[in-house]
């Protein structure tokens, strides 16, 4: 069975290579993520700044209390840029892990997170209004959901690799 094929998540694992390959889909899934988040950071460098920039000018415009806040938008922009590169540093670093020593947490960590930001999107997209509507263009945030579709697909592929990499080493450990 080759990598590709063990991304399934319904394909039978019955070998410890597939359950290896399967696992490491969940860290495809992982790199996935990293390159989608160095998007992200690229974008909230360049065009995602102004948009930021503008929506607090607009919040300090439209309440007097809030008009301290345009003055640090540049502050804020820079610490969600570092925020960023953090997260893409972590991910990574998970990402490696999970593809040198596949666990069963790994990917049960991340599916937790993608269901989080499938939800929290969608649930965005349902409360838009004219105040905060092109917050992001639309096309970034619907690449941004086929990203987490492809990622959950992938992690659910590494859960059932992992789970049956471990019952194969718990069979090996009860035949010594």
Excluded at 24 to 50: D, E, M, N
Excluded at 71 to 97: C, N, P, R, S
Aim: hydrophobic share 60%.
């Amino acid at each position: 069975m080759s990598l590709i094929s063990s991304m399934n998540p319904t394909a039978p694992i019955n070998t410890r290579p597939e359950a290896i390959a399967a696992a490491r889909a969940s860290a495809i899934a992982i790199f996935i993520g990293v390159a989608w988040g160095i998007v992200g950071v690229i974008y909230l460098a360049t065009a995602g700044s102004a948009v930021m920039e503008a929506a607090l000018a607009d919040a300090a415009a439209q309440n007097p209390d809030a008009a301290g806040m345009s003055g640090m938008a540049g502050l804020m922009t820079g610490a969600a840029i570092g925020t960023g590169i953090f997260i893409v540093i972590i991910q990574l670093v998970l990402g490696l892990v999970q593809w040198f020593k596949p666990n069963i947490v790994i990917p049960i960590l991340f599916t937790v997170l993608v269901v989080y930001g499938i939800g929290s999107t969608l649930l965005g997209l349902t409360m838009v209004n004219e105040d905060v509507a092109g917050a992001n263009p639309m096309w970034f945030t619907v690449l941004g959901l086929v990203v987490l579709v492809v990622e959950l697909v992938l992690h659910i592929a590494g859960i059932r690799g992992a789970n049956a990499l471990n019952k194969m080493n718990k069979a090996e450990q009860a035949a010594y």
